[in-house]
């Protein structure tokens, strides 16, 4: 198994809940949930049951229609699965829980009962289609797992020195020098290829291959596409989901529903973009009118970017429907060689790395006088009592006429300015340039 933050996470779980809340790990299909709560279980536990609701049969699903006996489901659990449980040594995981919406339900009277531990995992997790007519338990805490950030590549690859270095001279604002830069950007340039997906890591592992690395990402997509039919049949969040790229590509102020969906808005699929976030194979990342601290306060709901959960997919998809020889954006990025009109990858992963670190995404646009384009800040963060703008380019140029302006228009408001692009750290006036590999201290 590849090492994982979130593995971390569950033991703080384990250490701090002792028994009184369940937790229900989210995420993407294929991010790795499954396989790091079987390692959690076997490692902390004496021991186990996994139900896997994806197979379970049905004598296991009906277990859950009747909970008032608990000593009659434990029993039926430990002889249906051939494990014995200790109390307060053995933990029950909900694998793929969406799919049995009444295990799901029964985890309140289970965590009240205190014999043993709960983890469940769910991936398109709909409020709406999940969960009606159920009651959702309070005893449930919620964890967010995402794809592998750049660090936990690193750690595959056998480097765990690097990060911490990296942030020690990013808190330091010290120069790397262009050498070693250059090493570092191509090293994360493979990251933003491979992706995060453990499928596609274990393939560029085991056959040192991009081609392989490519197919076992579009297998993951046409996952995700086949998902998308099954709980919208007229295709609209599958479509939606595809145009992700060239959506970005375009640099327009917002994601353009009605060029994707003719004659439609986003007001007009609430429902279809719902489901595409309960997915969580992308990111939302909401414009703010009025940026400050509390930004959630000005965001305009229906004016979004959509950023996929995973760069590697965004590369595969932005080809989906031409062969690998034909997906420049390998041979370009390996080579570093990156036009203009595909600087939206860097964007996406700058988007993936800033919500890995928990991070919400918004961004601002404005109007620019005598001008057809708008002035654009890509990310505003919220640090203490001051706003974090980030302008994010695919080149080493140093321009940043988005952030000169935005400092004008709010210089009360601003703390730390970022241009986040490929050359080594640098200080211009105000502004930190930083490689794109360090956007994750920000």
């Known amino acids: 198994m590849f090492r994982r933050k979130v593995y971390d996470e569950l033991v703080k779980w384990k250490r701090s809940s002792q ?8 995420g993407a299909r294929r991010v790795g949930k499954s396989t790091v709560v079987e390692e959690f279980a076997k490692n902390e536990y004496r021991s186990y049951i996994l139900i896997d609701f994806a197979f379970a049969s049905k004598q296991v699903r ?12 434990f029993l039926q659990l430990q002889l249906q699965y051939g494990v ?11 694998d793929e829980v969406q799919l049995c919406p009444l295990a799901r339900q029964a985890v309140k009277r289970l965590v009240q009962d205190g014999r043993y531990d709960y983890v469940e ?33 690193r750690w595959v690859l056998g480097d765990n020195a690097t990060i911490p270095l990296l942030r020690q001279a990013f808190e330091a604002h010290a120069q790397l020098g262009e050498q070693t830069n250059r090493k570092l950007m191509r090293d994360f340039r493979l990251y933003m290829l491979v992706g995060g997906m453990p499928q596609a890591v274990d393939a560029y592992l085991s056959t040192n291959n991009l081609q392989e690395v490519d197919q076992t990402k579009r297998t993951i997509i046409s996952l995700y596409e086949d998902d998308f039919h099954k709980i919208d049949p007229s295709g609209a969040v599958s479509r939606l989901f595809d145009a992700i790229p060239a959506q970005l590509a375009k640099k327009a102020s917002r994601y353009q529903v009605s060029s994707i969906l003719a004659n439609r808005q986003a007001s007009d699929l609430i429902e279809e973009l ?24 000005t965001v305009d709901l229906e004016k979004f970017k959509l950023y996929l959960a995973d ?5 595969t998809l932005m080809f989906k429907d031409a062969g690998f020889t034909e997906n420049i954006v390998y041979d370009r990025l390996l080579s570093d060689k990156l ?20 991070n919400g995404l918004f961004y601002h646009t404005w109007e620019k006088e005598g001008a057809h384009r ?53 200080k211009s006036g105000a502004i930190s340039c930083i490689p794109t590999y360090m956007a994750r201290f920000i």
């Open 339 to 358: 036009p203009v009109n595909l600087g939206a990858v860097y964007e996406n992963v700058v988007a993936q790395e800033l919500a890995a670190q928990g």
């Open 274 to 297: 719902s489901e595409l976030r309960e997915s969580k194979t992308v990111l939302f990342a909401h414009h703010v009118s009025d940026p400050n601290v509390g930004m959630s306060a």
């Open 84 to 94: 014995r449980l200790f109390n307060r040594e053995s933990l029950i995981v909900f």
């Open 374 to 426: 708008n002035y654009e800040i890509d990310f505003v963060l919220s640090r203490g009592k001051k706003i974090c703008p980030l302008e994010v380019k695919s080149s080493s140029y140093k321009t940043h006429a988005s952030l000169d302006a935005f400092a004008l228009k709010y210089p009360s408001r601003i703390g730390d300015q970022y241009l986040v692009y490929t050359k080594d750290q640098h």
């Open 121 to 153: 995992t769910g991936s398109l997790i709909s409020i709406k289609r999940n969960t009606t007519g159920i009651l959702i338990p309070s005893e449930e805490q919620k964890l967010q797992m995402h794809p592998m950030d750049f660090e936990e590549f």
């Open 62 to 73: 009906e277990l859950f229609e009747d909970v008032s006996d608990l000593d009659y489901l």
């Open 19 to 26: 028994g009184r809340t369940a937790l229900l790990i989210e």
């Open 311 to 315: 760069t590697g997919l965004f590369v």
